[in-house]
């Protein structure tokens, strides 16, 4: 028996148990040759599978974690986008922002709703150490113009944030920088 062609919605009807060669021509024209000697239930779990394995989208069994992973990726690239804009107190963008108008108006991109100031904002999400950052995270600083949680920034990897700073405008700065360092309060993730 000489199998050429497969379609979606097709299927297979009793295959003899005996060495047979299989030639089957996808849709995405891909051609596959092998010889078999399978039992016809092996053999049909074996041609779905290869049938099944060409005419699916590459991405459906993306695992959570690399989802996750992506949207961090995706949170820190729209980021990057208004770098160099200007700092205007109270700015909410996208020409001008402030740090909390800033971190706000970016998550907002990706679906996530958070509060106008940076104090509301660090009180949404799970508190996580400043060890433990990973990109997309939130990291909030305090005592910067006023008594309490101030200033806010995203966590862009290596040790770094990009937030909205007066004078400065929306810029990358290491967390090592000894202002920042003293003024950490701290850190939240709102993404899984």
């Known amino acids: 028996m000489l199998l050429q062609y497969v379609r979606r919605g097709e299927s297979l009807g009793a295959i003899p148990e005996k060495t047979m060669p299989l030639s089957v021509i996808t849709e995405r024209g891909i051609v596959v040759k092998k010889l078999f000697k399978l039992s016809t ?70 679906g996530v709703y958070l509060p106008r100031t940076a104090a509301a904002q660090s009180r949404v999400g799970t508190t996580v150490s400043k060890s433990n950052l990973i990109a997309g995270d939130i990291v909030f600083f305090k005592n910067t113009y006023k008594a309490g949680i101030s200033h806010v920034g995203i966590y862009v990897g290596n040790n770094r944030i990009i937030h909205a700073f007066p004078r400065k405008g929306v810029t990358v700065d290491s967390l090592s920088n000894a202002y920042l360092r003293a003024k950490y309060a701290l850190s939240k993730r709102v993404l899984r």
Do not use: E, W
Request: hydrophobic share 40%.
């Open 41 to 110: 239930k092996i053999f049909t779990l074996v041609l779905l599978l290869a049938v099944v394995s060409t005419i699916m989208p590459s991405g459906l069994f993306t695992s959570s974690a690399q989802a996750a992973t992506a949207t961090r990726q995706a949170v820190v690239n729209t980021a990057y986008k208004y770098r160099g804009r200007p700092y205007v107190f109270g700015a909410t963008g996208p020409r001008t922002f402030d740090c909390s108008g800033y971190v706000r108006y970016v998550f907002r991109q990706h």
